[in-house]
């Protein structure tokens, strides 16, 4: 019984994710014109799986009690080189998916080590190498365009079997090979403990560094999956600045959203992958109703304020007032 | 010991000025300086007074809104929302300047009450619900961008700017100075009298240091940081109408290039990110090295690729210089 009552504790943000995201979800297919029929389903999970990889990537950053605002820009970034490199016979593409892989593993390593090893504050830092991942993107394409092998992007964008939408087991593919590993091993730990408590964690000798170190790298590798996964979809690379500086932005609400705390230490990306399915779903629902499409910034906007502000029904459990101060 | 005693003896010898002088702030004119030389052996109108006023006339609008960006670092704290609150200041202003002679007459003011309200929105979260001020600004920003979406309908909006808006930023009251470099230095100035000089400004350094022991000394630090998230909106929005009448119009998102540039002046400056600790002194030495370094990129036609690389490189290699914090022991 009481073994139940922890995991329920530990458990509680990412029920509360995949609670908000079913509801939300019923009562889009219940209104949209088709109703549930697998080819809703997929154009759901499509739009959302993509999301889903950047917040994930968000997540491993964010548990060790930093904030990545360079997550945006390597999904850009992965996403242009992806549309030079994955094309050609199967070899080439393979080796193209390793080396976009490789790249979006290696921008999150800078990342880690700037942040880890030449101790600057993650905002600041990740700010300025966001810049300069945003230049290397732009680099690579001034003006949208490249291409990518059709075949692998239609396999892994449509359906298997005819129903289940192949992004939805991609993304539990992934979960399952780079998220699961991660939180049972021993580094997967220290980041949640350097998230916790970096003093504690420490003193406890903890590999609190090395830690760190693997959840910022593999934060790099999740964006790149999701850049990978955004040129399956359009066929193309473009350095859009809006468009990365949106996906940091909806990556917070859906960390946000997901239950995970942004002072470290609590919560899961499987949580996050439920709070950017459900994000996705509430912006969509406007289009359900027939609204203006001019009102999908504000609404979104309105929801992520909202979802924030619910973190401060915390206040009311304070005891005493010096713990506002943390 | 020794070693302390050396230094010592040397920074005895020493000027007066030069020891009170910040090493991170010293760093930042010595760069300004080599931008200089460096450009002037690229170009030689690099030193004339020409180049160096129209210089400080495009810095006095990023000078603007990193003072607001800078009163909230110093408590330790962020403002994200400063490209839409630079652009609701802009557009709002504009859109009043359309609205007959009434508004022709509010405009300044009335863009900068809408950029207050923005910063209200982000105190009331930070102060009194607590919440992570990156989290909410970011959340502001995309509620403000939201609403002037809605507002101008995905386009940049026709009205343009009142003369007023004009003559602010690009007149010159006294000849050959821009006006809005002396707006800029009746910014800064104030700024300088309000954290030097006022309990409000010594509360700001306060809490930037250690909320808690503020609170314990009956500081009422939930409105001091409501207060200074008010002021930043306030100067952002305000940095947004210069722009405006800079380009005599708004623009869709004419606010994002001036986010990265403003917290990397204050922090280039030598103000920590932590909070508490820096100087106006050094936040205008690293609005002019910004200004200085963007302007020798596009002098050198550099494309916007590389500029935004060098951009980051050189803020990583400055802060990775001086901005480092402690290790853990």
């Known amino acids: 019984m009481s073994e139940w009552r922890y995991w329920y504790a530990e458990q509680k943000g990412t029920l509360l994710a995949l609670g908000i995201f079913v509801v939300m979800f019923v009562i889009y297919t219940a209104n949209h014109p088709a109703g549930f029929t697998a080819n809703v389903v997929q154009t759901a999970s499509n739009k959302g799986v993509l999301l889903a990889f950047v917040a994930m990537a968000q997540t491993l950053v964010v548990i060790t009690a930093g904030i990545d605002l360079s997550v945006g820009m390597i999904f850009l970034l992965t996403n242009c080189l992806a549309s030079w490199l994955v094309v050609g016979s199967p070899f080439e593409t393979t080796i193209g998916v390793v080396a976009v892989l490789l790249v979006g593993a290696l921008c999150g390593a800078i990342n880690g080590a700037i942040v880890i090893y030449g101790r600057l504050q993650p905002i600041v830092a990740t700010i300025a190498t966001g810049a300069i991942y945003f230049g290397i993107a732009l680099l690579l394409r001034p003006f949208p365009g490249g291409s990518v092998n059709e075949d692998l992007a239609d396999a892994l964008t449509g359906r298997l079997l005819g129903v289940v939408p192949a992004s939805l087991v991609t993304l539990i593919a992934v979960v399952l090979i780079v998220w699961v590993p991660f939180r049972r091993s021993e580094y997967g730990r220290a980041a949640y403990a350097a998230g916790s408590s970096e003093v504690a964690a420490y003193m406890s000798g903890v590999p609190i560094k090395r830690g760190k170190f693997l959840a910022y790298t593999l ?12 040129t399956f979809f359009t066929y193309t690379g473009e350095a859009a600045f809006a468009s990365g500086n949106a996906y940091t932005l909806f990556s917070i609400a859906a960390v946000v959203l997901g239950g995970v705390s942004l002072f470290g230490g609590r919560g899961s990306a499987i949580g996050a992958i439920f709070g950017a399915f459900a994000f996705r779903t509430i912006g969509d629902l406007l289009f359900v109703f027939d609204l203006d499409p001019l009102w999908q910034p504000l609404f979104q906007g309105v929801v992520l ?9 915390a206040l009311f459990r304070v005891k005493n007032r010096l713990e506002w101060f943390g | 010991m020794s070693d302390a005693t050396t230094t010592d003896r040397q920074e005895a010898r020493m000027p007066k000025f030069l020891r009170r002088l910040d090493p991170a702030v010293a760093t930042s004119f010595a760069c300004i300086v080599a931008l200089l030389v460096f450009g002037s052996l690229y170009s030689s109108s690099f030193l004339s007074p020409e180049y160096l006023l129209q210089q400080l006339k495009v810095a006095s609008f990023l000078g603007v809104i990193s003072t607001g960006m800078m009163l909230v670092i110093l408590l330790g704290q962020i403002d994200l929302s400063v490209p839409w609150t630079v652009t609701t200041g802009a557009m709002m202003a504009s859109a009043a300047a359309a609205m007959g002679p009434a508004g022709v007459f509010l405009a300044i003011p009335f863009g900068i009450v809408c950029g207050m309200t923005i910063g209200l929105v982000n105190g009331i979260g930070v102060a009194y619900l607590r919440i992570p ?44 100075v821009p006006n809005s470099v002396i707006v800029w230095a009746i910014v800064g100035g104030a700024t300088v009298f309000v954290l030097t000089r006022t309990t409000f400004g010594r509360s700001v350094y306060a809490i930037g240091n250690r909320e808690r022991a503020a609170y314990l000394s009956g500081v009422n630090t939930r409105r001091i940081v409501m207060t200074a998230f008010i002021a930043a909106g306030g100067l952002a929005a305000f940095g947004g109408v210069l722009l405006a009448g800079y380009a005599s119009k708004a623009a869709q998102s004419m606010g994002d290039a001036y986010l990265l540039p403003s917290i990397a002046a204050v922090v280039l400056g030598g103000t920590s990110i932590l909070g508490g600790r820096g100087s106006y002194l050094g936040t205008i030495a690293g609005v002019i090295l910004i200004t200085l370094l963007q302007s020798i990129l596009s002098v050198m036609q550099m494309p916007e690729a590389g500029r935004q690389i060098i951009y980051g490189v050189v803020i990583v290699v400055m802060l990775l210089l001086y901005g480092r914090s402690p290790a853990s022991r």
């Open chain 1, 305 to 313: 304020l909202l979802a924030v502000s619910l973190g401060a029904f």
């Open chain 1, 219 to 230: 934060s790099g590798l999740l964006a790149a999956i999701g850049g990978l996964f955004l």
């Open chain 2, 133 to 176: 001020s990156m989290i909410v600004t970011l959340a502001t920003n995309a509620v403000a961008q939201g609403l002037m979406v809605a507002y101008t309908g995905g386009f940049s909006p026709q009205d343009s700017a009142s003369g007023a808006m004009r003559y602010l930023a690009t007149g010159a009251f006294i000849p050959g």
